[in-house]
């Protein structure tokens, strides 16, 4: 499956910390995304970053593309109590019917 | 609307009746998607539509699950015969054009309970 995998699968870190989640996927991408999850219900989009781009910013957000290793990360600058979360990345499937997504990278961050 | 909009936002029932979950995207937002998710796990992937057809119902867990989306907007997701391990989340997404490459827009779920 094309299913990205996150890790960590739990980050615990204080606020003003930066925050590192992972990604890997396991086929050719022509983007990825991710997604942040409060609370166990809607999903909130973050970032679109495309195969032929290798870093992308927004805001305290800055991701990474390594399509060589068919990875990605995701860092969160100067963390903050509200940025608790999950995290998760997400890639359409080859015959683009369906955004898949990892399991997420569960975020605590404690002031 | 505004954005995707669920409902109900909860549900409980009892175990081997059927349940309808509805959702209404974004307007004009022809893709639209239902995912499942049990407590503490990731999207599973259940059911796409565009428009009114569904080119890829690979993700629906079984014959007791079916959808359907009628004018291009509302979709309703049906279980048959609930069981307990169909208690979760379900969410719906819609997306523009074919959807692939770009934002998908989610609504807040349903959290169903099957007692």
Redesign the interface.
């Known amino acids: 499956s094309q299913q990205g995998e996150e890790d960590p699968q739990a980050l615990s870190i204080q606020e003003g910390e930066n925050a590192t989640m992972n990604c890997s996927y396991k086929t050719s991408i022509?983007?990825l995304?991710w997604?942040r999850q409060n609370s166990?219900?809607?999903?909130?989009?973050l970032i679109?970053i495309?195969s032929n781009e290798r870093e992308k910013h927004s805001g305290r957000l800055r991701v990474t593309l390594d399509t060589s290793k068919k990875s990605s990360s995701l860092l969160i600058t100067a963390s903050r109590a509200a940025d608790t979360a999950s995290y998760?990345c997400?890639t359409?499937n080859q015959?683009?019917?369906?955004?898949?997504?990892?399991?997420?990278t569960t975020l605590s961050v404690s002031s | 609307g505004a954005g995707v909009s669920q409902s109900p936002s909860n549900k409980v029932t009892e175990k081997g009746k059927d349940v309808e979950l509805r959702c209404d995207p974004i307007s004009g937002h022809t893709a639209l998607y239902w995912y499942r998710q049990s407590l503490g796990q990731g999207l599973e992937f259940l059911i796409y539509f565009q428009g009114n057809s569904a080119p890829d119902k690979s993700g629906l867990p079984s014959d007791r699950f079916s959808a359907e989306r009628t004018g291009g907007s509302v979709s309703t997701l049906t279980i048959q015969r609930t069981q307990q391990e169909d208690s979760a989340v379900y969410l719906c997404a819609s997306r523009i054009g074919r959807g692939e490459g770009t934002e998908a827009f989610f609504g807040q779920g349903t959290r169903l309970t099957v007692v």
């Open positions: 022509n983007n995304q997604y166990g219900r809607g999903l909130v989009h679109l495309r998760f997400a359409d015959a683009g019917t369906a955004l898949i997504f990892g399991k997420g």
